[in-house]
C-alpha cells in the first residue's frame, strides 16, 4: 500500500496536545514566577490588605518588601503609616513573615518603635529570625544582638523533632538551603516525618548513622554556615566587635571549605576594626 503524504500528518488531537504542552511549558513558569516575584507596585488598598496579619504569609512580604524599597529610597513619609501594621506582624505565627519583618525594621534606623520591636524577634524561636533582627540592631548602633552574630559564625547543630528511624536525604559537603529536605523521620505512620533546614549552609558532619533510632530533641547533624551568612556576621561585628570576638573572627582569615575571598578579606577587615577601637579605649 502506498503511503500518501496526507498520511503523515499530525490529527487535530496530537497538534492540541503539543500545542498545549507548549503553552503549558510558557505559562507555569509564568505563573511560579509572577506568584513570586515582588516587582508588582501595590496600590494603598492592597498594602492595606496585604499587611493585615490574615493575608496569604507571601502577599504580606511582598507588601514588606515594597516599603523596604520606598524606605531605601529616602520616601519614608510615604510608608510610614504602615508601621503600626508592621509592628503587629512582629507577633506573626509564619517565620518568614517575622523575618522580613525584622529586616524591613532594620531599613529605618530613626523609628524608635522599630528599634524597640526588633528586641523581641532578637530572642525569637526560629534562628533566622533571631539572626535578621541582630543584624538589624546594628543599624542602630545597639549591639544587643552580638551573641547571635557570633552564632552565626559557628556550626549550626539539628535536632530531632521527634523519635523514629532516621533516614538521612543529603550526603556530607552538600550545600543547604533553607527549606531543603535533610532527612526523614520514620515514626510507623504512612508518611514519614521531613525535616528540613531553617538556614542555609553546608551538611557537615552526622551525629548519628542512617538508619538509627532517634529520640525527640536528638543531635542528628551540624551544619557549617553559609559563605553569606558569615558575611554579613563579619560586616556587623565590624562595627560593633569587642576584644573577646578576635579569635573566632580570624579563624576566617585563611583559607577555609566554602569561603570565598570576599568573607576572608571582611574578616581582616574586622579583626583591624576591632583591633582600632580596642586601642582607642586603652
Do not use: C
Amino acid at each position: 500500500m502506498e503511503i500518501t503524504k496526507s498520511d503523515h500528518r499530525p490529527g487535530f488531537k496530537v497538534k492540541l496536545l503539543v500545542y498545549g504542552g507548549a503553552i503549558l511549558m510558557v505559562l507555569v513558569p509564568f505563573l511560579f514566577w509572577k506568584g513570586t516575584w515582588f516587582g508588582t507596585v501595590l496600590d494603598d488598598s492592597k498594602m492595606g490588605e496585604f499587611l493585615n496579619s490574615s493575608a496569604r504569609p507571601r502577599d504580606t512580604q511582598h507588601a514588606l518588601f515594597q516599603m523596604s524599597q520606598k524606605i531605601e529610597s529616602g520616601k519614608v513619609e510615604e510608608v510610614r503609616k504602615w508601621y503600626p501594621a508592621v509592628l503587629n506582624l512582629a507577633r506573626h505565627p509564619v517565620p518568614e513573615v517575622r523575618n522580613t519583618v525584622a529586616w524591613l525594621m532594620g531599613q529605618d534606623n530613626s523609628n524608635g518603635d522599630f528599634h524597640d520591636g526588633l528586641y523581641p524577634l532578637a530572642n525569637d524561636a526560629n534562628p533566622l529570625v533571631r539572626r535578621n533582627a541582630a543584624l538589624a540592631l546594628v543599624r542602630f548602633g545597639d549591639p544587643a544582638g552580638r551573641p547571635e552574630l557570633l552564632n552565626m559564625l559557628k556550626p549550626f547543630v539539628v535536632q530531632a523533632p521527634m523519635a523514629g528511624i532516621l533516614r538521612y536525604r543529603l550526603r556530607e559537603d552538600d550545600s543547604v538551603d533553607t527549606g531543603t529536605l535533610l532527612a526523614r523521620i520514620e515514626t510507623g505512620t504512612a508518611a514519614p516525618f521531613e525535616l528540613r533546614s531553617v538556614m542555609p549552609g553546608f551538611f557537615q558532619t552526622k551525629s548519628v548513622e542512617d538508619g538509627t533510632p532517634v529520640h525527640q530533641g536528638q543531635d542528628v547533624l551540624v551544619l557549617s554556615p553559609s559563605d553569606a551568612q558569615v558575611w554579613e556576621a563579619l560586616r556587623a561585628l565590624y562595627l560593633i566587635g569587642e576584644p573577646a570576638d578576635l579569635e573566632a573572627v580570624q579563624s576566617f582569615t585563611g583559607k577555609m571549605p566554602h569561603l570565598s575571598e570576599r568573607t576572608r578579606q571582611q574578616a581582616r577587615l574586622t579583626v583591624a576594626a576591632i583591633q582600632r577601637r580596642s586601642q582607642s579605649l586603652r
